[in-house]
């Protein structure tokens, strides 16, 4: 077929429904918002997700929904290349898995055969599994892990019940990362200092070109300074740092635009990681992306971590360091090594 006689259907023009949660309140809620869609029930959401011979690059134009009871565990350890930010228990949780933003550079393309989109409506079961933490020890869990959840909020309520949820267990700190230009939630749901917003800041090269379908760069500033006008705490995420072949200008001009936006006084913290994903998935990365410039950077492999070339890495992050620390304490500042 040539790719003028190729057609999409719209994303969620079919959501596939676990029989067994099709009663279930959520399940309901959403279907009442997708009355075009075809609901197909099924036994079980692996049936979908887990399909062989799967392209994550053509479904991502058109993804399915897949509506599920996650009957495993939704918490689980922080992976040692992402940041714990100094907390020692550190957890993610999967509510959500997959996003409907677009990043050319996402582990999950890696990670999920499938760029179905897959809402576990049973969120009450991962309240509980955290709360079996919580008598155990203080928690710091990434709620938007796999997923952008404020982006996927209009369809789960998810960041508000996180919120919610998070407010009444003093123990419980949580942070929502994001590429999202939505304010409005800042108006739904309490102002709480355990409520972390993280917001990934890229320069426009960067998101022009590889993240699509996320907000703009000063989208994103302006809902981070909301954020913080609301009470919440926000970090600023420069993670992943991407390389361009001028990537010192852009990100010179980045952080000009950065301190031009934002009272940087008030950021809680920033983290400061170099693109980096394990090996493994940077295969299928490069499968399914053939013409990349991104993926298919020769990379060096450093114990099944894909990454930059060190002295390259070194260069990006004292680079980075060094425009961030006249406006930021050193101690806001994490570096992602491991
Ligand atoms: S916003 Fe995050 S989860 Fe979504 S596609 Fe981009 S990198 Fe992946």
Redesign the pocket.
């Known amino acids: 077929m040539s790719s003028a006689t190729v057609s999409y259907n719209f994303p969620f023009s079919h959501i596939y429904v676990e029989k067994k949660v099709l009663g279930h309140p959520r399940t309901k809620a959403i279907l009442s918002r997708f009355s075009k869609s075809r609901v197909i029930k099924i036994d079980h959401y692996k049936d979908v997700f887990n399909r062989p011979r799967q392209s994550f690059r053509l479904q991502k134009d058109s993804p399915s929904l897949i509506l599920a009871g996650n009957t495993g565990a939704s918490v689980f350890h922080g992976s040692p290349v992402c940041q714990d930010f100094g907390y020692e228990n550190f957890y993610y949780t999967s509510s959500c898995r997959n996003?409907i933003?677009?990043?050319e550079?996402?582990?999950?393309r890696g990670m999920y055969g499938s760029a179905d989109v897959v809402v576990f409506v049973n969120l009450e079961d991962a309240f509980s599994e955290v709360e079996d933490l919580l008598s155990k020890h203080p928690v710091y869990l990434c709620v938007s892990f796999?997923?952008?959840l404020i982006a996927l909020e209009n369809l789960t309520g998810y960041v508000s019940a996180w919120a919610e949820f998070t407010k009444g267990h003093p123990d419980l700190t949580i942070e929502i990362r994001t590429?999202s230009f939505r304010k409005d939630i800042f108006q739904k749901i309490p102002s709480c200092d355990r409520v972390i917003f993280a917001y990934?800041i890229s320069p426009k090269e960067v998101i022009g070109r590889f993240?699509k379908r996320?907000a703009t760069l000063a989208e994103r500033l302006s809902a981070a300074s909301c954020a913080m006008e609301k009470g919440f705490p926000v970090r600023l995420c420069f993670d992943p740092v991407i390389y361009l072949p001028d990537w010192k200008k852009a990100y010179t001009e980045l952080i000009e635009e950065v301190k031009g936006s934002i009272d940087l006084s008030r950021i809680k913290d920033v983290s400061i990681g170099t693109f980096r994903i394990s090996s493994e998935y940077m295969k299928k990365l490069r499968k399914d992306l053939p013409g990349s410039s991104l993926c298919q950077f020769p990379f060096e492999n450093h114990n099944g971590v894909m990454e930059y070339p060190d002295n390259l890495r070194n260069d990006m992050e004292c680079t980075l360091v060094t425009l961030l620390q006249s406006s930021i304490s050193q101690e806001k500042i994490f570096l992602a090594t491991f």
């Not at 550079?105 to 999950?108: A, D, N, P, Q, R």
């Open positions: 996003c933003f677009d990043c550079y996402c582990f999950l796999d997923t952008d590429k990934t993240e996320t």
